[in-house]
């Protein structure tokens, strides 16, 4: 008998659902919320609200995309957490509701074990054990996966996440939110001749927070020798600081790959889209003689044919979740 599961991602401010169908991603829907442009970042109270306009037209639309009448479900699959609590609740809420509807189970998923496993979403497939370097506006982590079940982290940030030190530099240069996608557009055009400094964070654990400061007297410095430094160096800048991030990154990769000797490698998360990293990872696993896994973009950001994906090991695995399971903004990943 088929499994078909129905899967909602609403951990932050896209509101994603997906079906997938003995393992293979039948839909997967997302709706963006283009509001927190105007704040220049994610307002919790407008993503919660946008959450609950959303969720009916985004399921319904996965459904029909896949071809699937909801009484062919055989569980519903959700964010549990981390993320914004009020935007969780909406997609809590949504899959509790419908899944005692229809009278099938739930399964939870925890949001960052899910980007790690998207890269099963599609081939090539990485074989386990395998590194991931999972890096998005909220985290940054290097993770050593030994199974579906069984992820161990092994660095992460003690400050600030690599995507949000792109977004705040954004900021700083006056671009538009989010800025990490436009910074690697014009880093792509531009010179890394500007040198900004390096972390020096023992062990495989990182912080971004020193190098946004840097980044922020460095640009004030500068503007006051020459109003129109920014202006005339926009290209340039986006360059230096993209390829600081990326050699941040990619370090402690190399670091953690060398000390654990696994040689399988992935990186997941909304900045493995960057256009430096996916280049620079390339370029470093043919140096160490890693394979290398980069997912397709649709699974970079956040969606739900990655939560699909998540579930139907749990599924397989007989993991599921009962009707009084809550949200958590703050979930441990173990």
């Known amino acids: 008998m088929s499994i078909t599961l129905l899967a909602i991602e609403s951990s932050c401010d896209d509101t994603s ?100 496993l998207a890269h099963f979403a599609e081939d090539p497939k990485p074989a386990f054990p395998f590194l ?28 600030d996440a690599a995507g949000e030190a792109f977004d705040k530099t954004g900021k700083m240069l006056g671009l538009p939110y989010p800025s990490g996608p436009v910074i690697d557009q014009l880093a792509q055009k531009g010179t890394p001749k500007f040198d900004f400094p390096e972390p020096r964070i023992p062990g495989l654990d990182f912080s971004f927070s020193g190098l946004k400061t840097a ?32 050699t941040i990154l990619l370090k402690k990769l190399r670091k953690a790959s060398r000390q654990t000797g696994i040689k399988e490698i992935a990186i997941a998360g909304g900045v493995s889209a960057n256009s430096g990293l996916r280049a620079g990872l390339k370029a470093m696993g043919g140096k160490e003689g890693w394979n290398t896994y980069i997912p397709a973009f649709e699974y970079c950001t956040d969606n739900a044919g990655m939560i699909a994906v998540a579930a139907y090991y749990k599924y397989l695995n007989g993991d599921f979740t009962s009707q009084s399971v809550q949200p958590a903004a703050r979930l441990p990943q173990s």
């Open 17 to 116: 659902a997906a079906v997938l169908r003995d393992g293979e991603v039948l839909s997967n829907c997302v709706a963006n919320q283009e509001a927190h442009r105007l704040y220049g970042g994610v307002v919790p109270e407008v993503a919660s609200r946008a959450h609950q306009v959303n969720i009916i037209p985004v399921v319904d639309l996965a459904l029909k995309d896949a071809g699937v009448d909801k009484s062919e479900l055989s569980a519903i699959a959700f964010t549990r957490g981390p993320g914004l609590l009020g935007s969780l609740i909406v997609g809590v809420s949504f899959a509790k509701a419908l899944g005692l509807s229809l009278n099938i189970p739930l399964i939870e998923v925890h949001h960052m074990q899910a980007h790690i």
């Open 132 to 159: 991931c370097l999972t890096v998005s506006g909220g985290h940054t982590q290097i993770v050593q996966v030994n199974s579906p079940f069984d992820m161990a982290v092994l660095g992460q940030t003690i400050d």
């Open 215 to 246: 980044i922020l007297y460095y640009l004030q410095k500068q503007v006051r020798a020459e109003p129109d430094f920014v202006k005339d160096n926009l290209n340039d800048i986006c360059a230096s600081v993209q390829e600081r991030i990326v």
